[in-house]
């Protein structure tokens, strides 16, 4: 059954409660009873319309009547009667005007006032005037009206309509106060809805995790948390609840999964955002395109499992990455200590070309060729860096070669001093006559003879002797 013949099965009834002959008494009428004249044509019209359903017979009726001379309780009666026959005709207006003129003229006792507002209210809304109808839905309360469960919804759904949120809410408020425990997903959604509408995202919040408690499947539940989140700038929140939803397979679209997997590197859980997007990445849900692949060897690395992202930066220099993604593997193999495979990348991207400095790729090179001992290719690489890093290396080898140098001089001239100080010892004991001469002062001429010699003929002493 719809809405309308639900309103107009109820704005019936209420028109029946008093729709009778004998209950049209006006305040300051003084007349109890139809005319023989007029009696017969009004039972005539109330058997036409309430036994017989014959409403056009009964509007001809009314006619008839309301060009007769009524007096008061007639002309009650009559109005009454009236409404009561164009409400089942569909004649809404006219219902209306019936009834209001009854008001008017006092031929509704006060006690009944209430009820005819209401029925007024209900007949404007099947008629879908939603302002007239709240209009008198006030004037309904005013006279003493006190809404049930159902006319506080009511109420709600109409203050909704006209986009007065807040006496919506009020009223939805209130119904759901009726409905105690009872849960009634209609009035949830509305709620929702004017929560939105107002921005109070506390009420918003609570509402939906109620709701979420009673369809967890639901997805717009969750996109709706999510969104107030957002709303909120309460963004782990709403990464909370996208991973709920992930987890739960709720999120099937590339956006939607790329959103997650974003979430995860915005939190710094690279390696779970890293995990994530390759999985989908092969189940096809996300596309295996360059700046995906990219993203990926990112998040590796950023967690630090370079062995994880090689094989994914080769894919993606594969997939047109260029100089540039070779030169990232390259410094990937670098990091994991495996200088030929560096070497091997670098210089493919140097080949390749479109590198934004292709000094830091030679300078690279020239490390990876310095670890592996070739250090007269690591000068040339590092000369071709042209660049502070590049003469920073060539430095540092130099240093260490000075180093080296000078240790090996040191040697020589360490041996010279020793046979020096020896023969100074030699000598002091030479006053004690040959025969009580050491063995080694026997030879100390000889032996310091050889050691100045072969400091003053070693090429790394040069600078020593200058």
Request: proline share 1%; net charge neutral; aromatic share 10%.
């Amino acid at each position: 059954m719809g809405i309308r013949s639900v309103l107009k099965g109820a704005i019936v009834a209420g028109l029946m409660v008093s729709a009778g002959a004998t209950a049209a008494y006006a305040q300051t009428c003084e007349e109890t009873e139809f005319t023989s004249k007029t009696g017969q044509v009004y039972l005539d019209a109330e058997q036409a319309a309430i036994t017989n359903k014959d409403f056009n017979t009964a509007a001809s009726k009314m006619a008839q009547l309301k060009s007769m001379q009524l007096n008061c309780y007639e002309e009650g009666a009559v109005l009454k009667l009236s409404a009561y026959i164009n409400i089942e005709k569909g004649d809404r207006r006219a219902a209306v005007n019936d009834l209001l003129t009854a008001l008017n003229k006092g031929y509704i006792p006060q006690k009944d006032a209430a009820q005819t507002y209401y029925n007024i209210a209900q007949i404007y809304l099947q008629d879908e005037d939603v302002n007239k109808s709240l209009e008198y839905m006030t004037k309904w309360q005013q006279a003493g009206g006190r809404p049930d469960r159902q006319q506080k919804w009511q109420l709600a759904v109409l203050y909704q309509r006209v986009d007065n949120f807040r006496e919506a809410i009020r009223w939805a408020e209130a119904t759901k106060a009726d409905d105690g425990s009872k849960y009634e997903q209609q009035l949830y959604d509305l709620l929702i809805f004017l929560y939105n509408q107002v921005d109070d995202k506390a009420k918003l919040a609570s509402t939906l995790e109620t709701v979420l408690v009673h369809n967890p499947t639901e997805r717009k539940y969750w996109d709706a948390i999510a969104g107030n989140y957002y709303a909120s700038n309460e963004e782990r929140k709403a990464f909370e609840v996208q991973k709920a939803m992930y987890l739960g397979g709720m999120l099937k679209t590339e956006d939607e999964l790329m959103r997650v997997v974003n979430f995860y590197n915005r939190f710094n859980v690279p390696y779970r955002a890293a995990q994530i997007l390759e999985k989908e990445m092969n189940a096809g849900r996300i596309k295996r395109n360059l700046e995906h692949l990219e993203l990926l060897a990112n998040l590796y690395q950023v967690a630090r499992e370079n062995e994880k992202a090689i094989p994914v930066i080769r894919a993606a220099a594969d997939a047109g990455g260029g100089g540039a993604m070779y030169e990232r593997l390259g410094r990937s193999y670098a990091d994991l200590q495996q200088w030929k495979d560096a070497e091997d990348a670098l210089t493919k991207a140097l080949s390749m070309g479109g590198l934004k400095d292709a000094g830091n790729a030679w300078v690279q090179i020239g490390q990876s060729r310095y670890e592996r001992s070739d250090r007269d290719g690591a000068k040339e690489a590092f000369r071709k860096a042209n660049n502070r890093a590049g003469r920073s290396w060539l430095d540092f080898m130099q240093s260490e070669e000075d180093t080296k140098t000078a240790l090996k001089c040191f040697e020589f001239q360490s041996a010279m001093l020793n046979v020096q100080n020896e023969a100074k010892i030699c000598k002091r004991l030479s006053v004690l006559g040959e025969d009580n001469v050491t063995e080694n002062c026997k030879t100390v001429n000889a032996r310091l003879e050889a050691a100045e010699k072969a400091f003053n003929e070693a090429p790394v002493c040069a600078n020593q002797r200058s």
